[in-house]
């Protein structure tokens, strides 16, 4: 069984341009969740999403979005991307939203580069 | 919101040593605590975890503490081997049934010598 997929691995952007990031969860995982982990940081909460309604959001700007598709796969887009948008972007998934689902099972991320 | 703090913020073993990384965190409401393994390029890695009904937890060479009313929870790597190198992160969370985002602490990278 697949763990949590992520795409791409790595990317190069410009200031000013925009990012796709796409996530997809343990088979049967109903929530996805995005993470922002800057070098030698921890990793930094930007949304949380269940059943393809957003249920939590971090303290990010409005550049950031995402949703979640009726198959619970993710996509998280950042707008108008900056300099210190550089960083690991991680998607984690959950089985639900009740007692289990602070269980989060991490994917390898998407290491962003901008220059 | 919850802050999370773990500290000393490196820590060097020799191999077969113990280790010990602490974790305080401010929300009193928070009742779920992980701890992640991150090696170098690698996705964080969940290796123990405690809720707050429980005092403390093991797993083999590894357990984890509780404090509730310090508000600070530990974690204790027993007969440490030089793959336990690595950066560890210490989270809380209290999980409202709504969502249950983690708060992580900045991390603390735990060297252990041959």
């Known amino acids: 069984d697949a763990g949590v997929t992520q795409s791409p691995t790595h990317l190069i952007k410009t200031r000013g341009q925009q990012v796709t990031l796409r996530c997809s969860p343990i088979?049967?995982?109903?929530?996805v969740s995005w993470y922002q982990q800057v070098l030698g940081q921890g990793p930094q909460f930007i949304f949380q999403?269940?059943?393809?309604?957003?249920?939590g959001r971090g303290n990010f700007p409005d550049r950031f979005s995402a949703r979640q598709f009726p198959n619970y796969s993710s996509e998280l887009n950042v707008n108008a991307l900056l300099l210190g948008d550089s960083a690991l972007y991680l998607c984690a998934s959950s089985l639900t939203l009740g007692a289990g689902a602070n269980v989060l099972t991490f994917g390898a991320g998407s290491r962003l580069t901008v220059l | 919101g919850e802050n999370v703090e773990q500290h000393p913020s490196t820590l060097s073993v020799q191999e077969g040593d113990s280790a010990v990384i602490k974790c305080t965190y401010s929300?009193?409401?928070?009742?779920?605590f992980p701890w992640y393994k991150q090696e170098l390029g690698k996705r964080p890695q969940l290796i123990i975890d405690i809720r707050s009904n429980v005092g403390e937890k093991k797993d083999q060479r590894i357990a984890v503490t509780l404090n509730k009313t310090a508000k600070h929870f530990s974690l204790h790597i027993t007969e440490t081997q030089p793959e336990d190198s690595a950066v560890y992160f210490c989270a809380a969370s209290y999980n409202t049934g709504a969502n249950s985002k983690l708060t992580f602490g900045k991390g603390i990278t735990l060297s252990v010598r041959p």
């Open positions: 999403y269940y059943e393809k309604e957003e249920r």
């Open positions: 088979s049967g995982h109903k929530s």
């Open positions: 929300d009193s409401a928070s009742n779920y």
